[in-house]
């Protein structure tokens, strides 16, 4: 890949990754929706939910679905940080919104994405799990 066609992606995925953060911001979409039907997800560290996803399905069906249940105002991000490198995006962000019990929960996100073809092949998230976890455990979904 020349320096040309790095620069082209670089600005390509970094257009999708920012209109893809203001629907969700607008909720009228989101980041989920660049996800390959094959994408492999994992979630870093020892929340509830950190484990390796394999497939577009698998990670929606086992962890955005019914974290969405649990919220009565969803995720709305900011992003603090965007970095790109060729096919490689660092998206580092904030995220809050209101569980169904009218607590509110916030937490900090570093995703780590491997793009092919404007869409996220592989995919790294970190975030605080203790918040996660309180989140995951006192509300069903």
């Known amino acids: 890949m020349t320096a040309v066609d790095a620069t082209l992606v670089e600005v390509r995925n970094r257009k999708l990754v920012e209109e893809a953060f203001a629907r969700w911001g607008a909720g009228t979409g989101g980041p989920y929706d660049l996800l390959a039907d094959d994408v492999t997800w994992t979630i870093v560290g020892r929340s509830d939910a950190s484990k390796v996803y394999s497939g577009r399905e698998a990670f929606m069906t086992e962890v955005i679905?019914?974290?969405?249940?649990?919220?009565?105002?969803?995720?709305?991000p900011t992003i603090r940080q965007l970095t790109t490198d060729g096919d490689r995006v660092i998206i580092f962000f904030d995220a809050s919104g209101v569980a169904k019990d009218g607590v509110p929960y916030?937490?900090?996100y570093a995703w780590f994405w491997e793009m092919r073809?404007?869409?996220?092949?592989?995919?790294y998230a970190f975030y605080d799990s203790l918040a996660f976890n309180e989140l995951w455990r006192r509300v069903t979904p």
Do not use: H, K, Y
Not at 67 to 76: H, I, K
Not at 117 to 123: K, S
């Open 65 to 76: 679905q019914p974290f969405n249940a649990r919220m009565s105002q969803g995720l709305r």
């Open 106 to 108: 916030a937490n900090t």
């Open 117 to 123: 073809d404007g869409r996220v092949a592989r995919a």
